[in-house]
């Protein structure tokens, strides 16, 4: 499942607790693929607090606690990392990160937790969902097979990628246009995860998490072309490295970017690469004026120029990407009616 619906459904999972309709939820997926993004977003939206809880780093004393004496019974001590209500707040997230990496005899400890909110005389908060997460066997992880009494405590979903939900992420969060603009026209390189590479000695790959690390590296070295190369690759992997420092180089010959927001006259690229930067570079420009005096006239003339570029599924691109981030504010603007008629038979049609 996409991560745009998998955000959807952990929302429901997150308010259902009121209606005591909670059912765990086992996210499954590859390694950088924002399993552990989607669940801090759910919790970054309704300001609750999230406890990751690392399974892998654990014995089985960790999470039921340490006995202690109290006369002749024998008592447990419930761990500070759980959630507490008072301490932690009504509401939050208990998020079990890379359980399939724990040793079978703490995943055993968990089952408890997960199927009756519960360890021994400790109760999880009602507030509360359970949310976990883990990579598949054939992941080249550390990974155990999930033991089926636990699989039976969770409902399931797969995590794939999806080049729409990164792109609208990545701008909501800064990433450099210059990157989305690259993955828009090598969609491939996204995430391309082999593990025959890896056995191979090649470490990095490309996938969103690493992806983000490439935005980092060129902030740090995007001035210094003899050391951008080797920084990306250390990010993404040799091949996608070079092919996206190989991109960025070419992009000297974008055209005047002021001049199409400001509704002056601009070229328009005929090469199918500086299409896609620049739809990049004015999507990301469209995000940034939002709620600002100038933005309706903005988003004007970036739908003027929309119109202008030669394959209209580009336009179309261009401004899914702006909606996704401004939303239903662009079908007011005069010039989206304008847009809308000139593409219709791509949208209605093909």
């Known amino acids: 499942m996409r991560p745009a619906q998998l955000t959807l459904v952990l929302e429901r999972e997150f308010l259902s607790t009121a209606q005591g309709h909670h059912t765990p939820v086992m996210l499954w997926g590859p390694p950088g693929v924002g399993k552990s993004q989607i669940v801090a977003q759910v919790g970054e939206r309704h300001q609750a607090p999230v406890i990751d809880i690392r399974l892998s780093q654990m014995e089985p004393s960790d999470l039921r606690g340490i006995p202690f004496r109290v006369g002749d019974l024998v008592q447990w001590a419930v761990p500070a990392l759980l959630p507490d209500a008072q301490r932690h707040g009504p509401s939050g997230v208990l998020f079990l990160d890379e359980i399939t990496s724990a040793p079978p005899a703490v995943s055993a400890a968990a089952y408890q937790l997960i199927l009756d909110r519960r360890l021994g005389d400790y109760h999880v908060p009602d507030g509360w969902v359970i949310f976990a997460a883990g990579n598949r066997q054939g992941d080249r992880g550390v990974t155990y097979a999930m033991p089926a009494p636990l699989a039976n405590r969770f ?196």
């Open 155 to 350: 409902s399931h979903f797969e995590v794939t990628v999806n080049l729409d939900d990164w792109a609208a992420w990545a701008y909501a969060h800064g990433i450099d246009e210059r990157l989305i603009a690259f993955l828009r026209f090598k969609p491939e390189l996204l995430f391309a995860f082999e593990a025959a590479r890896t056995l191979a000695g090649e470490m990095a790959f490309p996938s969103p998490r690493s992806w983000e690390f490439a935005h980092r590296a060129l902030q740090k070295f995007g001035d210094s072309p003899q050391l951008l190369v080797g920084a990306l690759s250390a990010c993404v992997g040799q091949a996608a490295g070079v092919e996206c420092a190989a991109f960025i180089d070419s992009l000297d010959r974008l055209p005047d970017l002021d001049a199409i927001t400001e509704g002056r006259e601009a070229d328009v690229p005929t090469e199918i690469d500086l299409q896609y930067a620049v739809a990049a570079a004015l999507a990301g420009r469209a995000l940034r004026v939002k709620g600002k005096p100038e933005a309706r006239q903005v988003w004007g003339h970036i739908l003027d120029y929309a119109r202008r570029l030669p394959l209209k599924e580009m336009g179309v691109m261009l401004v899914s990407d702006m909606h996704r981030g401004i939303g239903s504010g662009l079908f007011a603007v005069p010039q989206f009616s304008g847009w809308a008629h000139a593409v219709a038979d791509v949208i209605l049609y093909e």
